[in-house]
């Protein structure tokens, strides 16, 4: 087996545009590999920097990265343009959370658990609570 990083297997010969883009850095996160789908989504995201598809995939690489800023950046412009988008208000407060912000990302994390009734979103939930306030 070889640690070489092979191409995704949906590749469109010629297609440079975002839509491109997308798949293929949805293909690479999926794979674990944020380094080369932040290299796709870039030149992509300049022509488009309002798309949402695109900018949600840039917050997945830069968590897996564990640049929580940049994350946090990202997922912030995001709830902000659609509060509705219960995978980017989970994914900011997980951030928040990553950062010892725990005030911050309980409300995020309350609201993204109450919008989905996802277990592991109110895991989270019941995790930060506990940061919040140890048992004596």
Known sequence: MTDELRPPPIVFPGQTGPESAYRTAFDLLERRAPKEALELLEPALEQ???NAGLRSLRAWAYLMRAQLQKAETELTWLVEHD?????????????????SRYTE?????????????????????FRVEQLLNPPE
């Open 48 to 50: 488009e920097p309002e």
């Open 105 to 125: 990302a309980l409300p995020h994390l309350r609201l993204a658990a109450a919008m989905t009734g996802d277990p592991d979103h109110w895991l989270s939930v």
């Open 83 to 99: 509060p509705s988008d219960d995978w980017s208000r989970h994914a900011l407060g997980r951030s928040l959370e990553r950062q």
